[in-house]
């Protein structure tokens, strides 16, 4: 199960992991990305939900376990990204990112978790950020929220080792997606540089001077959910170039 899984890194992780054999269930709030990525993949199950409401996760969870078995991996991909100077950072920019980005995971995590330890088996990788691992100027909100999914992480890799259950995050930097062309717009509202210029500044935080492709996130999470990787847990895998060591 792969929330966010219509666009993005969630979209190209669902490509890597059909392409793998595994049965996918794609979990986001609007259903025609959902459905146009299970196309692109060559099939998929799709359930249109919010990440913030138990209810509904609830729900998806019992219907894809329905339609593709039991849940082995959950990929908790959904996010939202704000950006704004500290002082302009009020309290609601501050709910919304932890509800999604902090509760969201928690909340997909919960409803997986209890048929993971009793099956014995289980890989839930969080999508984090480089920015849940060192700061940003001007994302301050959306910082803190990322480095409580790091900490979410630690925190459930510990109180599930040693029950065939791995909980792992993959930190990309500045990855080739929507949210990243949505930052390029703030930048060029706000500074009134070039697209090319606001992506070339975003290029730069990488030793590579490029940014991340979607897909070498999804190579990252297809190791961590193999049962060779059971002795990988609680570790924030960063894809970022080398900008994070």
């Known amino acids: ?88 950072t009020d309290a609601a920019m501050l709910r919304q990112l932890f509800q999604v980005n902090v509760e969201g995971v928690v909340t997909c995590a919960q409803a997986v978790l209890p048929a993971m330890l009793e099956a014995g088996f289980g890989r839930i990788v969080n999508i984090a950020s480089t920015a849940g691992l060192k700061g940003y100027a001007y994302t301050s909100a959306y910082v ?20 065939g259950v791995t909980v792992n995050a993959v930190c990309p930097g500045f990855t080739d997606t929507d949210l990243t062309a949505e930052s390029i717009d703030r930048i060029v509202s706000l500074t009134g540089r070039s697209a090319e210029e606001a992506r070339a500044t975003l290029s730069e935080t990488n030793p590579l001077k490029r940014l991340i492709r979607p897909e070498e996130v999804a190579d990252a999470v297809q190791w961590l959910v193999g049962r060779d990787a059971g002795a990988v847990t609680g570790q924030s895998i960063v894809v970022a170039g080398g900008e994070v060591m």
Request: charged fraction near 20%; charge should be positive.
């Open 1 to 88: 199960m792969i929330t966010g899984g219509g666009t993005g890194i969630g979209a190209a992780i669902a490509k890597t992991l059909k392409d793998q054999g595994f049965k996918v269930s794609l979990v986001g709030r609007r259903r025609e990305p959902l459905d146009q990525t299970a196309e692109a993949i060559g099939g998929a199950a799709v359930f249109p939900a919010d990440v913030t409401e138990p209810e509904a996760i609830g729900r998806v969870v019992g219907e894809a376990v329905g339609a593709n078995g039991a849940i082995d991996v959950l990929v908790n991909s959904a996010g939202l990204a704000r950006t704004a100077p500290f002082m302009k």
């Open 144 to 163: 803190v929220s990322k480095h409580a999914v790091v900490g979410l992480t630690r925190a459930l890799a510990l109180e599930t080792a040693g029950k």
